[in-house]
């Protein structure tokens, strides 16, 4: 089948529902996040970039340089209503990181539902800590990241464990629910796209 036509059958599988990305910082999430909203006529919606953006309390705001994650009862209340918003009706949702701390994948998947934006596959960047050392490295003294408070060397570190302590685990169950699909995020933008497709399509024939 031509890739087009596989890019047609994973929209009409996907419907109104979303797709979950996650990773490690420095996988890609980002990049994939903006490919497959354009493909598939979605919204991108991030966690954090919703946490950083929005009018959010002072210790929230310092945590969050710290590199780690809120607690749950704030990343709730903060960031799940806005799958509710008039402008994501009728159409698909790219989660970027959305749930990162074990326990919050059960609401976001209520909330998914309840939004008429089911989970329908969760994608697993798959980059170990060695390589995002490495791409750490090569970005500085780039801009195009954008400033980060989140972005030293430190606080890199944090980040890992955070995904090491936390964010591991809503991985293995998302797995376990039968909707994980890993990807290796150790190749170049374009390699992992088209894996990323393939393992879509596949989903579509279960």
């Excluded at 799940?80 to 074990?102: A, C, E, H, Q």
């Amino acid at each position: 089948m031509e890739k087009h036509e596989k890019i047609h059958t994973i929209k009409t599988w996907l419907g109104t529902g979303s797709i979950n990305i996650f990773g490690r910082p420095f996988a890609g999430k980002d990049t994939q996040g903006h490919m497959l909203k354009e493909l598939f006529g979605g919204a991108l919606l991030g966690g954090g970039d919703i946490l950083r953006g929005g009018t959010i309390p002072d210790p929230i705001k310092s945590a969050m340089h710290t590199g780690k994650l809120i607690p749950s009862k704030d990343y709730v209340s903060i960031v799940l209503p806005y799958l509710m918003k008039d402008d994501f009706k009728n159409i698909p949702l790219i989660l970027s990181s959305v749930g990162r701390w074990s326990g919050e994948e059960t609401g976001v998947i209520e909330a998914t539902n309840a939004s008429d934006h089911p989970i329908k596959a969760v994608i697993y960047l798959d980059l170990d800590e060695n390589g995002v050392r490495n791409r750490w490295q090569h970005v500085q003294g780039q801009s195009d990241r954008g400033i980060r408070h989140d972005d030293t060397k430190d606080i890199l570190e944090v980040r890992l464990k955070e995904f090491r302590d936390k964010t591991l685990p809503v991985i293995d169950y998302y797995q376990n629910l039968g909707n994980l699909l890993l990807i290796s995020a150790d190749s170049t933008p374009e390699a992992i796209s088209e894996a990323i497709i393939e393992g879509l399509y596949q989903k579509t024939l279960v």
